[in-house]
C-alpha cells in the first residue's frame, strides 16, 4: 500500500515541473519566446542565442531553478514507474513501460546536469535520446494500460493519442532545429503532454485502488 501510494504521489506531483518551467521562462529576458525558442535556453548560465537558428541572446535569471526542476522532476518519474509496476498491467508491455520511464528519466535529469551553453556536446547526448524514450514510454504505458484495464479505456488510450503526437513532433522538432521559428512549440509538444498525462494516470489508478478498498470491505 505504501508503496504504490508513493508512486502515485511521484507521477500526479509532475505537471507542478510545467509551472516552474513557465515560471523560469516569465522570469527570463524579454527576448525569450515559448514559441521559438528552446527549453534548454532557459538552464543556460550565460547570455547567448536561445536556439540555434537565433541571432538574439537570452539570459535566463533562474536557470538553476530549471535545473534542478530537470533533476527532481526526472526523478520522480523513474520512482514512480518502479513503485507502480505491479499496477500497470502483468507481462511484457508493463515491463518495458518501466524501464523506458527509468532510462528517459535519467536522461532527462542529466539534462540538467550539462547545460547546453557550457557543455554542448554532453547536453545533446544526454537530451536527444529523451526525444525518443518519452513519448515511447507513453505509448507503451498506454498499450500496457489499455491490455490491464488497469484504468478506464479513455486514459489508455488518451496515451496512444498523445504519445503519438509527440512522436510527430520530436521528429518535426529534430527536422526545425536550425530554423527561426517554431521550434520551441514542437519541442513543448513532444515533452509537455508527458507531466498531465502522468498525473492523469496516476489519479486513475488512485480511483481503482479506492474502489477495490471499498469492494474488500
Known amino acids: 500500500m505504501r508503496r504504490t501510494t508513493a508512486g502515485l504521489g511521484c507521477w500526479l506531483v509532475q505537471p507542478v515541473y510545467l509551472l516552474v518551467e ?10 525569450y519566446s515559448l514559441r521559438d525558442d528552446t527549453i534548454s535556453a532557459l538552464g543556460m548560465l550565460t547570455c547567448a542565442p536561445g536556439h540555434a537558428g537565433s541571432t538574439v541572446d537570452v539570459c535566463s535569471s533562474a536557470h538553476a531553478a530549471l535545473g534542478v526542476a530537470f533533476v527532481v522532476f526526472g526523478l520522480l518519474r523513474a520512482a ?13 508491455w508493463a515491463l518495458a513501460a518501466v524501464w523506458l520511464w527509468v532510462v528517459s528519466a535519467l536522461f532527462a535529469a542529466a539534462v540538467g546536469l550539462v547545460p547546453v551553453d557550457q557543455h554542448p556536446g554532453w547536453h545533446g547526448v544526454v537530451a536527444v535520446p529523451v ?5 515511447l ?3 507503451v504505458t498506454a498499450e500496457a494500460l489499455r491490455r490491464s484495464h488497469a484504468v478506464s479505456r479513455g486514459v489508455a488510450v488518451s496515451g ?3 504519445g503519438g503526437l509527440m512522436v510527430a513532433a520530436a521528429a518535426a522538432f529534430g527536422l526545425r532545429l536550425g530554423d527561426p521559428t517554431w521550434v520551441g512549440a514542437l519541442e513543448r509538444l513532444a515533452l509537455w503532454p508527458t507531466y498531465p498525462w502522468l498525473a492523469a494516470v496516476a ?8 474502489s477495490e478498498t471499498v469492494a474488500k470491505v
Open 80 to 92: 514512480g514507474a518502479v513503485l507502480l509496476r505491479p499496477r500497470l498491467g502483468a507481462g511484457g
Open 137 to 139: 514510454a507513453v505509448l
Open 203 to 210: 489519479w486513475a489508478l488512485l480511483g481503482a485502488r479506492r
Open 131 to 135: 526525444f525518443v524514450l518519452q513519448p
Open 22 to 31: 513557465l515560471l523560469v521562462a516569465a522570469g527570463a529576458s524579454a527576448a
Open 160 to 162: 496512444l493519442v498523445l
